[in-house]
């Protein structure tokens, strides 16, 4: 069955350094989708992909973190310098194809960092 | 604006109890609404979606539009429903921006 790759599952650094997540979507899936969620909360879409044009980054915070897919595959999320509050769950998910994957997600096992 | 909200951080029955998990939502126009489930050391994964109509896992959800609520219900909880429940909504079609509600922890005890 195909999946949404991510890595690192695990990241550890200290704050003021710059960290970098990857994410490659099941073959053929247009929509891509960053999103964090912070521990006993529910996942906040920091950045949405159509392609390799951004949907929306109006919840990304723009002055640490940046977010690529260049080719319209697999994509790349960064954040520089890393704080004490970005410590969460990063999650990649992708739309499925086909008229009934449409609104469907499928969710990659997650980036899990934390900032000391 | 877009909001889902789960009263229950955490719900606890017992095995062969109902279970009902809450979820309401605010949405300017006509919204889908979905469960999706986190099963320990598993990925966030779709349970059910309102325009399927299916029950998966025994699992049923109505989408009540008068009162803007997408209640997960299982008459018999089994322990292997134990997990993280959170309640989404999007709007139709692809390309659109999914809203997560802050999720409940089910615990099925024995």
């Known amino acids: 069955e195909a999946e949404v790759a991510q890595s690192p599952r695990y990241k550890i650094t200290e704050k003021s350094q710059a960290v970098a997540f990857w994410c490659d979507p099941i073959?053929?899936?247009?929509?891509l989708y960053w999103y964090r969620q912070i521990l006993g909360q529910g996942p906040e879409l920091l950045v949405q992909f159509q392609d390799e044009s951004v949907v929306d980054d109006s919840q990304l915070p723009k002055d640490r973190f940046s977010a690529e897919r260049l080719k319209g595959v697999d994509s790349t999320l960064k954040i520089q310098p890393a704080e004490l509050g970005d410590s969460a769950m990063y999650l990649c998910?992708?739309?499925?194809?086909?008229?009934?994957?449409?609104?469907?997600?499928?969710f990659g096992a997650g980036s899990r960092l934390t900032v000391l | 604006a877009q909001r889902v909200t789960q009263p229950e951080k955490l719900l606890s029955v017992f095995k062969g109890a109902p279970v009902e998990l809450k979820c309401n939502y605010s949405y300017s126009g006509s919204p889908e609404l979905f469960w999706y489930v986190q099963y320990s050391r598993q990925r966030l994964q779709l349970l059910l979606r309102h325009i399927s109509r299916e029950s998966i896992k025994g699992f049923t959800a109505d989408l009540n539009k008068g009162e803007t609520s997408f209640h997960l219900k299982k008459p018999f909880a089994q322990e292997e429903d134990s997990a993280m429940y959170y309640c989404a909504l999007s709007g139709l079609g692809y390309g659109q921006n999914f809203v997560f509600g802050p999720g409940t922890r089910l615990s099925v005890l024995p």
């Open positions: 073959s053929g899936h247009a929509t």
């Open positions: 998910a992708s739309e499925g194809g086909g008229a009934s994957g449409a609104n469907v997600l499928t």
